[in-house]
C-alpha cells in the first residue's frame, strides 16, 4: 500500500477515536486550529479551480471533514460540562464576540447559525440537486455529440473515450455532491442542538455539581458556548461556502477570480450608468455625499477607462493579425503547409452553396456523416474526413470530388430542383430538364418541387439535389476505396482490434507481413467491393499462409476463400448462381502465359489473343445484361486473379468469383462460356 493510503486509513480511524476518548484542553487547542485551517485551504482550492472535475475529491473531503468537526464539537462539549472550561482558543472566541454583554453576543452567534443554516447550506444543497439531475439528463445528448463528432472525424477514437470518461465522472461527482450536501445539512441541524445542550446541561451542572450562582453560570456556559459554536460554526461555514461555489461553478479555462474580473469589467456601459446614478443620489438630502460622490466618480472614470481600451482592442489586434500575416509570408518555411493534400474533397459553385450551409437548413454535411458509417458498415473503411469547400472557379451548379488533389469525379444538380428517373414502370413521358444522373449514368430530368408527387405516381424515382450528390459521393469511394486505405488507415485498424485479439496481430504484424504488405492485401480487397470488417478472421488466413506464400495478390485469393460467406451472401444471396464460365482452354493458356517473377506474377498474352477474349466477353455480358441480370464469371481459383487483372482494363465493374469462394450451397447455373 502506498503512504497516502495508510496515511488517510489513520486518520479516519484517529477521528472516529476522538469521539470516544477524552482530550486535553492544549490537544484541543491543537486540533481546533488545524480544523481551522483545512477549512480555509478547502475554500480556496474551491476558489481557484478551474472545473469541478478538479477537485473531484471534495464530496469524500466533505464526510471528513464534517466527521472531525462533529468529534471536536463532542470533545468540546465534554470539556466544557465536566471543566467548565475548553481550552484558550474557544475562551478567546467567546470573549471577542460576547465582549462584555452575554445577551448581544449570543443572538450574534444564533444570527451566524441561522445565515449558515437557512441561507448557505440550504442553497447549496438545492443547487446540488439540480445538477445532479441536469447533469444525468444531459448524458445521453452529450454521448450522442461524441459520437457525431467521432463518425465525422473531428475526433479520434482514444480523445473520444477521454470526453465519455469525463463525462461519466461529472455524473458520479454531481451525484456524490447531491448526496455529500445532506452532510453540510445535517452538521448545521447538530451544531444548534449542541448549542443548546451546551446551555442547558451547563446550567443544570453548574448550579447543582459546581454550585455556581446563576448569574456565573449563565456568564461561563454562555461565553463557552458561543466559542465553542463560532471555533467550529466558522470551519462549517467556510466549507458550506466551499461547497456552494463548487456546485455552482461551470466549465471554464479561468479561476472564479479571474472569471468574475473579466466578465464584470467587460461591461463598462454598466459600470459608467452605475456611477451617474451614485453621483445622482448624493443629491438627495440625507444622504452621505462624501461616499456616494466619490465612489460614484470612480465607477464612472473606469467605465470610460474600460470602453476606451475595449474600442482599441480590434485596431491593435488587427495590427497584429497583419503583421503576424505578413512575417508569415515572408517565411520561407511555411512553404511547406502548401504541400499537404487532402484525401478527398468535395468542391462545388456557389449555387450549391445552400445545400452545404446549415444556417440555410442544408443537411449535406450530414449526408457526408452517414457516408463514412456506411462506408465503415459495408466495407469496414475508415474513410478519411471528406473536405467540403465552395470554388468560384467552377460553374454556379457544379461540383467536383477529388481524389488526393485530382478530379476523380464531376456532375451538376440544381438546387431547387429534384431529379427524376425512370425506373422503367414510368407510364408516360414528364416535362422536365433533360440531365443524366451522374453516379450510374442514367438519363433523368430535373422537374419542380411541385411536380415532385405527380411524377412518382407516374411511376419515376424521385431524389433531391443533396441525395445526388450523397450518391455519387459514395460510388466515388466505393470505387477509390483502395487509394483512400493508406498505411496509417491499416494501422488503425489493427490498434483497434489489438484491443480485442492482440495476440493474432502480433503474430501476423510485423512477424509474418509488413504493414505495406498488409495494406496491399486489403486493398486489393476493398478493390472488388470485398468488406474486411471481418479482421479476425482475414488475419488468422494469413497467420496460415505468409509463411509460405509471400506475393500479396496469392494471399488475396486465401483471404477471399476464407470469406466465403461473406463473398456470397454479396453477390448470389438467394444463393441460386446463374454465372458465365471460362472455357476450359482458355483458362489453360491463361496459366501458360503467367510469367513470375521475384516481385510477383504477371500475366503475359498476345494482344490480338487479348482483343478476342474481350470481343467474347463483351458479347456474353450484354447478353446476360439484356436479361436483366448482373453478370458473374466463374473461374477455377488459380485464374481468377489474372482473368480479374486482364478483364478490368475494359470491364471493372465485372464480377469474377472462383469455385472456392462459392458457399457450398449455391446452386450454380451457367449461362454461357467465356472463349478465347
Known sequence: MKFADVFIGIIVIGIVLLIIFPLGQVVMDILLTLNLSLSLIILLVSLYTKNALEFSIFPSLLLVTTLFRLALNISSTRLILTHASAGKLIETFGNFVVGGNVAVGFIIFLIIIVVQFVVITKGAERVSEVAARFTLDAMPGKQMAIDADLNSGLIGEREAKTRRNEIQREADFYGAMDGASKFVKGDAIVGIIIVIINIVGGIIIGMTMMDMEISQVLSTYTLLTVGDGLVTQIPALLISTATGIIVTKAASESSLGQDLFKQITGQPTVLIISGILLCLMSILPGFPVW???????????????????????????????????????????????????????????????????????????????????????????????????????????????????????????????????????????????????????????????????????????????????????????????????????????????????????????????????????LGNLIREGISIRDMVTILETLADYAGIVRDPDLLTEYVRQALSRAITQKFIPDNKGKVLTLDNQLEKEIMDNVQQTEHGSYLSMAPEKTQRIFNNLMQEVSRISSLGMTPIVLTSPVVRIYFKRLTEQVMPDLVVLSYNELDSRVEVQSLGVVSG
Open 291 to 521: 461616499v456616494l460622490l466619490p465612489l460614484g466618480g470612480l465607477l464612472t472614470y473606469l467605465g470610460f477607462a474600460l470602453l476606451r481600451s475595449q474600442q482599441r482592442e480590434p485596431m491593435i489586434e488587427e495590427e497584429d493579425i497583419s503583421q503576424q500575416e505578413l512575417e508569415d509570408i515572408r517565411r520561407p518555411e511555411n512553404v511547406v503547409s502548401l504541400l499537404s493534400v487532402d484525401p478527398i474533397e468535395l468542391e462545388f459553385g456557389y449555387g450549391i452553396i445552400p445545400l452545404a450551409d446549415v444556417n440555410q437548413g442544408g443537411d449535406l454535411l450530414d449526408r457526408v456523416v452517414m457516408i463514412r458509417r456506411q462506408m465503415a458498415l459495408e466495407l469496414g473503411l475508415i474513410v478519411p474526413v471528406v473536405r467540403l469547400r465552395d470554388n468560384i472557379q467552377l460553374n454556379p451548379n457544379e461540383y467536383v470530388i477529388k481524389i488526393k488533389g485530382t478530379v476523380v469525379a464531376s456532375g451538376e444538380v440544381l438546387a431547387d430542383r429534384f431529379m427524376a428517373m425512370d425506373s422503367g414502370l414510368a407510364e408516360e413521358e414528364i416535362q422536365g430538364i433533360d440531365t443524366v444522373e451522374p453516379a450510374f449514368g442514367l438519363p433523368a430530368k430535373w422537374i419542380d418541387e411541385d411536380q415532385r408527387e405527380n411524377a412518382e405516381l407516374m411511376g419515376y424515382t424521385v431524389v433531391d439535389p443533396p441525395s445526388v450528390i450523397a450518391t455519387h459521393l459514395t460510388e466515388v469511394i466505393k470505387q477509390h476505396g483502395h487509394e483512400l486505405l493508406g498505411r496509417q488507415e491499416v494501422q488503425m485498424l489493427l490498434d483497434n482490434l489489438k484491443e480485442r485479439n492482440s495476440v493474432l496481430v502480433e503474430e501476423v504484424v510485423p512477424k509474418l507481413l509488413s504493414l505495406g504488405e498488409l495494406q496491399k492485401i
